[in-house]
């Protein structure tokens, strides 16, 4: 889990993500696009940087692109689609 292993060799990629967060702090929009090969550390680094400083200011919502994935915005549609199936799940 993110919590149980150190990340390193990340302090710019988190701090770019950290000046995201505050712009939720500030109740304004962010997105951001992470890329990279697979197996880099991608997911890892998201999830340590949601559990570190982002927990408390907003709804975060993570898509995961696959190069096999014909359909276009299909990674944004499956984020929305989880979302929806756990809000379904807390009001059941």
């Known amino acids: ?3 149980n292993t150190p990340l390193v060799g990340r302090q710019q990629e988190m701090g770019i993500l950290r000046e ?3 712009l939720l702090a500030k109740k304004q929009s962010s997105a951001v696009l992470i890329e990279g090969d697979p197996g880099s550390g991608k ?3 998201v999830q340590n940087a949601i559990q570190a400083t982002g927990q408390e200011i907003g709804l975060f919502l993570t898509a ?3 190069l096999s ?3 276009p ?3 944004i549609r499956d984020c929305f689609v989880k979302h929806i199936r756990n809000l379904s799940a807390l009001s059941s």
């Open 1 to 3: 889990s993110a919590h």
């Open 20 to 22: 995201h967060f505050g």
């Open 43 to 45: 997911s890892f680094l």
């Open 64 to 66: 995961k692109c696959q």
């Open 69 to 71: 994935e014909q359909t």
């Open 73 to 75: 915005f299909a990674a």
